[in-house]
């Protein structure tokens, strides 16, 4: 009988496969993450791992990193925590994660969150993804997309929205 690949089998080769490319750091720290119960614990390690780039671990690496843990991450506080990490990290190639923060499939906290960075990011490559988002199907999501739009196009919105 011959072997049928699922879409969760594919990601969970290719997850694998990523994981044996990265820093050993980094490969430690995901085994660490993986048997971590706590979510304080697995919060503390993302902060760990975000700051590995200060000891010259490629910030790429670090990037794929925070997203093995983004996405075997049960916890929307963590998951939430793991998006600002990468704000903070200010690195391009965090974009196609943070999008993936935004999903219709990721909580609606988590959404939120994502769309907050996005807003957050100084370049204007997150505007388009904003856009799309106007036309959501959740309220809370098109007036978050709507609140990051503003900030983009005046900073000084951003402090205006979060003294309501």
Same mark, same amino acid.
């Given at each position: 009988?011959? &072997?049928?690949?699922?879409?969760?089998?594919?990601?969970?080769?290719?997850?694998? =496969?990523? =994981?044996?490319?990265?820093?050993?750091?980094?490969?430690?720290? &995901?085994? *660490?993450?993986?048997?971590?119960? @706590?979510?304080? #614990?697995?919060?503390?390690?993302?902060?760990?791992?975000? @700051?590995?780039?200060?000891?010259?671990?490629?910030?790429?690496?670090?990037?794929?990193?925070?997203?093995?843990?983004?996405?075997?991450?049960?916890?929307?506080?963590?998951?939430?925590?793991?998006?600002?990490?990468?704000? @903070?990290?200010?690195?391009?190639?965090?974009? *196609?994660?943070?999008?993936?923060?935004?999903?219709?499939?990721?909580?609606?906290?988590?959404?939120?969150?994502?769309?907050?960075?996005? #807003?957050?990011?100084?370049? %204007?490559?997150?505007?388009? %993804?904003? *856009? *799309?988002?106007?036309?959501? #199907?959740?309220?809370? =999501?098109?007036?978050?997309?709507?609140?990051?739009?503003?900030?983009? %196009?005046?900073?000084?919105? #951003?402090?205006?929205?979060?003294?309501?």
């Amino acid at each position: 009988m011959p &072997l049928q690949a699922n879409a969760t089998n594919v990601a969970d080769v290719a997850q694998t =496969i990523l =994981i044996q490319h990265l820093h050993p750091r980094l490969q430690a720290a &995901l085994k *660490q993450y993986s048997s971590l119960d @706590n979510k304080d #614990g697995r919060s503390a390690l993302a902060d760990d791992v975000a @700051n590995l780039v200060d000891d010259d671990v490629p910030i790429r690496e670090v990037v794929d990193a925070l997203g093995v843990m983004f996405h075997q991450e049960p916890s929307i506080e963590v998951r939430i925590d793991i998006l600002n990490n990468l704000l @903070n990290l200010d690195d391009p190639s965090s974009y *196609q994660l943070i999008v993936q923060g935004a999903d219709p499939n990721q909580p609606q906290e988590v959404r939120k969150a994502a769309i907050a960075v996005l #807003g957050d990011y100084d370049d %204007t490559w997150a505007v388009p %993804t904003l *856009q *799309q988002l106007l036309s959501d #199907g959740d309220a809370e =999501i098109r007036q978050a997309a709507q609140e990051a739009l503003a900030q983009k %196009t005046d900073p000084t919105a #951003g402090s205006i929205l979060m003294t309501r």
